[in-house]
């Protein structure tokens, strides 16, 4: 634990001299990337059902470097016509990568942060850190591929346990724009503790398709799964979400 915390300390001192090591960054070669995406879901009948679910991203994009960020948040109820109805989702998800491009080849090197708040799971608060190296596979006007490899500090707080440790993460990231109006993304993860690769590991997944309506507003159907190798009593291991809404550019 003590060489993954030096690790991840030296990371978050050696990072802000890349992010500002040249002089007067040019603001015409700066490039803002941001959208809302709101979506929502109903059942009604026998089992009443609502889930809301909002998506806000914003990256900072330039030939020296990039800044993706993201906050996610859910909320849902299910109950029945004679019953109150019970919270079944509640999570807040935030996520931030700054990213380096080393020298002119498609090599990155960068560092992760992400807090995570799942109620339904009694995740309390899980919060990581720390360095990563990638490679960018495709990188055209239509279609671009990343992947990553990293080591994490966490600290994690959840309904039956505390404490901090060491995390492997991987991670692979895919946008097709196959036509002028419309495209298909992916975004998966992989973690693991280091100490526990094979018992205590956990993968998430992100895939979809959007579709413009028109300059500014997108529509969009989402498909979110999240897996935990090694839950909570009571919890299951998989938990799935499939939502559709719409989409804002800002």
């Known amino acids: 634990m003590k060489f993954v915390k030096r690790i991840v300390l030296g990371a978050l001192v050696i990072a802000p001299m890349f992010g500002f090591a040249e002089d007067g960054e040019s603001a015409s070669g700066v490039t803002w990337e941001k959208n809302v ?88 608060f899980r919060g990581k850190m720390g360095p990563n190296i990638g490679y960018y596979l495709m990188d055209t006007d239509n279609m671009k591929l990343d992947a990553s490899f990293g080591i994490n500090y966490v600290y994690e707080r959840t309904a039956t346990s505390e404490g901090d440790f060491g995390e492997y993460r991987a991670a692979l990231n895919y946008l097709w724009d196959f036509t002028e109006t419309a495209s298909y993304y992916l975004n998966v993860e992989y973690s693991a503790n280091v100490e526990k690769v094979n018992t205590d590991n956990n993968g998430f997944l992100v895939t979809g398709v959007r579709t413009k309506i028109n300059e500014t507003l997108s529509f969009f159907g989402e498909l979110r799964e999240e897996y935990d190798n090694l839950p909570d009593a009571g919890i299951k291991h998989t938990d799935l979400t499939v939502i559709a809404g719409l989409s804002y550019d800002f």
């Open 37 to 124: 995406s709101m979506g929502a879901s109903f059942k009604e009948g026998n089992t009443e059902q609502s889930l809301y679910t909002l998506d806000l991203k914003v990256n900072r994009l330039s030939a020296e470097f990039d800044l993706l960020s993201s906050l996610y948040a859910e909320y849902g109820r299910t109950g029945t016509s004679t019953s109150d109805k019970e919270r079944t989702e509640g999570q807040v998800r935030g996520q931030s990568e700054y990213r380096r491009t080393i020298k002119d080849s498609k090599f990155f090197a960068g560092v992760f942060g992400e807090i995570v708040n799942d109620s339904i799971t009694k995740v309390w």
